[in-house]
T-cell receptor
Framework: DGGITQSPKYLFRKEGQNVTLSCEQNLNHDAMYWYRQDPGQGLRLIYYSQIVNDFQKGDIAEGYSVSREKKESFPLTVTSAQKNPTAFYLC??????????????FGEGSWLTVV | AQKITQTQPGMFVQEKEAVTLDCTYDTSDPSYGLFWYKQPSSGEMIFLIYQGSYDQQNATEGRYSLNFQKARKSANLVISASQLGDSAMYFCAMRALLTGGGNKLTFGTGTQLKVEL
């Protein structure tokens, strides 16, 4: 079955450490996204990528970095510069602009906690 | 720039009643898509309904309907015959479909719906 796989589901990070969250999709989608969600809050866009080797900053990119070396993969690194990284992180993808898809596909999310 | 506004942080509805969740949007793109998603406490995002900006009729999916008023830039979700299982967070989202806006997906801050007996 096609879908988006995020890993790990739960992750603990010590202060000062970088951590990388994985997002893999086998839907052949061009566009991929990372969102951060704090408890009881909405989804805020961190980074998004519309094509391999290209990505754009979202609304809260500071303290995060991404890469898009393969169409299937869009990993997110939470760096030590992110002062309050404890949150729920969601990865999403959609077909390319012009395609017929009208659904956003989401991964199951990753819970990151700083200890 | 595109923006989604959900002005109701929380809503209560009695079982079997209908409820409307508000969503207004702002975009400079003439072509866009509007989505509603449900997020239960487990965190998964469940697709409910989609409306294209050029669709002539309002979208419906079972108990869900989208009251799309393009001139007012609103895309309210109507849930008919509420069920206890409808208790969740609901998000409105928009996707720009032309160059410039690219494929940026913007979400609102959500509405927490609680269905009561």
């Amino acid at each position: 079955d096609g879908g988006i796989t995020q890993s790990p589901k739960y992750l603990f990070r010590k202060e000062g450490q970088n951590v990388t969250l994985s997002c893999e999709q086998n839907l052949n989608h061009d566009a991929m996204y990372w969102y951060r969600q704090d408890p009881g809050q909405g989804l805020r866009l961190i980074y998004y990528s519309q094509i391999v080797n290209d990505f754009q900053k979202g609304d809260i990119a500071e303290g995060y970095s991404v890469s898009r070396e393969k169409k299937e993969s869009f990993p997110l690194t939470v760096t030590s510069a992110q002062k309050n990284p404890t949150a729920f992180y969601l990865c999403a993808s959609i077909p390319s602009r012009g395609a017929s898809g009208n659904t956003i596909y989401f991964g199951e999310g990753s819970w990151l906690t700083v200890v | 720039a595109q923006k989604i506004t959900q002005t109701q942080p929380g809503m209560f509805v009695q079982e079997k009643e209908a409820v409307t969740l508000d969503c207004t949007y702002d975009t400079s793109d003439p072509s866009y898509g509007l989505f509603w998603y449900k997020q239960p406490s487990s965190g998964e995002m469940i697709f409910l309904i989609y409306q294209g900006s050029y669709d002539q009729q309002n979208a419906t999916e079972g108990r869900y309907s989208l009251n799309f008023q393009k001139a007012r830039k609103s895309a309210n979700l109507v849930i008919s015959a509420s069920q206890l299982g409808d208790s969740a967070m609901y998000f409105c989202a928009m996707r720009a479909l032309l160059t410039g806006g690219g494929n940026k997906l913007t979400f609102g801050t959500g509405t927490q719906l609680k269905v009561e007996l």
